[in-house]
């Protein structure tokens, strides 16, 4: 009983992989893309990657059947085997959640679960809206399973059929020992790495190969189990090496603390030089240079801030650090590449290090910091952050609706309320103050208040989208409008970026998929200029540090965008897998070998 009911448990297993990559295959490719030799590779290194995953998954089912209990205890069965049933079918809508992820970020899902308990209602409804058929034929596929799974195990698996101990134990041994050699992905030396997916010239083959449950799994091992121990090791560094550090991190008229932190530096400022300017960073959700059309974008989608861009120091070529909200915030406060788990308040590293961020250092000169979200508190892990990173105040949806903001229905306040709501907190400060404004109406569903801003018809394939972005720039065009009637506002270094591009637009460019806009606006003492030179999020705090002509230290990976050096690498988080930006040429490369060089 137990062997035939595994083997046939490990088939639902092996099916529902591959349908899955079938489904990603119909999805995201088209099949003149792939010839029939491509697809071969493609199969054989989809299957060992399958083997692997169905390996970790059935290796608790397997200890749990051949736990040494009698076939007697019939209870006892009909309850594992629901239990049973339970756990594949959550197997089965993890890879349908991953499936439509991949289309926003260009990776499987890895950090996301952590921070997804509470935003259950509003997926939901995303899915139930954006996503009926989709829905529909996963309904379709968990009733044509279901019905299997209890036909077999009504019929053929509670009839009086024992088998000896000793052959239960064989049966066991027998197959752990396959688990073994599969999760291992076969017989050679080395398991098998997640890197040894990308071994085409196109990286989206490898994320053909490989799966949601799978990259979970490497994410659970390596921040949760393994904590990164031997890769985040202090860097012991002597003269030379940090000659040569100095030359790739360092901007000039930047001091060293001293070797034993060679990061840590700070301009060569004095303490009396220090400007107390109000800093507001907007994170525009989503907002892809692909469609800004002031750097370099298809379609006029942001007119305002098209216009603005004439007025502020444009970066044309900026780049995010990450593929998530979560990955932009953290790579714009703490100038640390968010590249395998490390983004504040998820790595339990960087987490419990002593680290003054931009926050920490705004507020021993006397700040009020203040972070903005017009979601729900405890959304996308942002409060946690936000605690972490030194913000005093944070404001959400809640304090937003009673401040007069309205809901969307999904994810939280318009971006219009929260920007005038956030305008009118600014207004009562007596203090310098630091401010993050994270926007939200760019997420999908892509959410607008009413039809006049339903600019784009439906013959443009991302119409809705492109809505959204219209009306979120609409919103910041409010703000601006009564911001300029206050009394901050002169005094006010305000800087504008996106925290990430909408994936599902930017097919296969690693220049698209990273590519977002930035500006630092501030009439009075930022003049009109173009930047050209590669930059991104991590660019943010040294870039405000020297604008404010601070002296304190600060461990940035990023340089002031006024004093980038030509040996500086912009690195970019591309789920497991890291790109490295320098003279506009693009590298992909995982930690043990380089994949693509673009």
Avoid at 228 to 238: G, M, P, Q
Avoid at 248 to 255: A, K, L, P
Avoid at 283 to 291: A, I, P, Q, R, T
Avoid at 513 to 539: G, M, T, W
Wanted: hydrophobic share 45%; net charge positive; charged share 20%.
């Amino acid at each position: 009983m137990r062997l035939r009911f595994f083997l046939r448990y490990s088939l639902y297993v092996l099916l529902t992989l591959f349908l899955y990559h079938f489904a990603f295959f119909l999805k995201y490719f088209e099949s003149k893309q792939i010839n029939i030799g491509l697809l071969r590779d493609v199969l054989y290194i989809c299957f060992r990657f399958d083997l692997v995953t169905a390996s970790y998954f059935l290796m608790p089912v397997l200890f749990l059947i051949y736990l040494p209990v009698s076939e007697r205890f019939k209870n006892y069965f009909r309850s594992l085997f629901l239990l049973l049933y339970v756990w594949l079918i959550f197997f089965i809508i993890y890879l349908f959640i991953d499936l439509i992820y991949y289309q926003f970020s260009l990776r499987h899902l890895s950090f996301e679960f952590l921070n997804a308990r509470g935003e259950i209602k509003p997926l939901l409804k995303i899915g139930l809206t954006q996503y009926k058929f989709e829905m529909f034929l996963l309904f379709t596929y968990i009733v044509f399973l279901s019905y299997n799974y209890f036909k077999v195990f009504s019929d053929r698996y509670f009839k009086n059929k024992f088998t000896p101990f000793l052959g239960h134990f064989v049966n066991f041994v027998f197959l752990l020992i396959l688990l073994i050699v599969f999760s291992r992905g076969g017989l050679q030396w080395k398991p098998i790495k997640l890197s040894d997916a990308f071994v085409f010239e196109d990286p989206s083959l490898g994320h053909l190969c490989l799966n949601g449950f799978y990259t979970s799994l490497k994410t659970i091992y390596e921040v949760k189990i393994k904590k990164n121990k031997n890769r985040y090791e202090s860097l012991k560094c002597n003269s030379k090496s940090l000659i040569e550090l100095k030359s790739i991190f360092y901007s000039y008229n930047e001091v060293p603390f001293g070797e034993e932190f060679p990061i840590l530096r700070r301009f060569n400022y004095e303490i009396g030089d220090f400007k107390k300017l109000n800093v507001v960073i907007f994170v525009m959700e989503s907002w892809s240079g692909k469609f800004i059309k002031s750097v370099g974008g298809e379609v006029v989608a942001t007119p305002f801030f098209d216009s603005l861009t004439k007025k502020g120091l444009l970066v044309e070529n900026f780049f995010a650090n990450g593929q998530r909200s979560i990955e932009g915030i953290s790579a714009i406060i703490t100038s640390i590449p968010p590249w395998n788990g490390m983004i504040l308040s998820e790595n339990p590293i960087l987490s419990q290090a002593s680290v003054n961020f931009l926050p920490k250092i705004l507020t021993n000169h006397g700040y009020e910091t203040i972070f903005i979200h017009g979601a729900k508190y405890g959304s996308m892990g942002l409060s946690s952050f936000a605690k972490h990173a030194g913000f005093k105040r944070y404001i959400s949806k809640e304090d937003l609706l009673k401040m007069g903001g309205k809901d969307d229905g999904v994810w939280g306040i318009y971006d219009e309320d929260t920007f005038l709501i956030a305008n009118r907190i600014f207004e009562k400060e007596s203090k310098p103050f630091f401010a993050i404004i994270f926007s939200l109406t760019s997420h999908t569903p892509y959410r607008v208040p009413d039809k006049r801003f339903k600019v784009f018809d439906k013959e443009h394939k991302y119409s809705d989208f492109l809505n959204s972005l219209y009306y979120s720039d609409y919103a910041l065009s409010r703000f601006f409008e009564e911001a300029q009637k206050s009394r901050y506002f002169k005094n006010t270094l305000f800087i504008i970026l996106g925290d990430h591009t909408e994936g599902k637009t930017t097919k296969n460019s690693i220049f698209e998929r990273f590519h977002v806009p930035c500006l630092f606006y501030a009439p009075d003492f930022i003049k009109p200029e173009i930047i050209n030179i590669p930059s991104s999020q991590l660019d943010i705090v040294p870039t405000v540090l020297d604008i404010l002509k601070s002296s304190d230290f600060h461990s940035s990976f990023g340089q002031s965008m006024y004093r980038k050096n030509k040996n500086h690498p912009t690195i970019l988080s591309y789920g497991d897998l890291a790109v490295y930006n320098r003279n506009h040429y693009f590298l992909l490369a995982s930690p043990e070998k380089a994949m693509g060089f673009y």
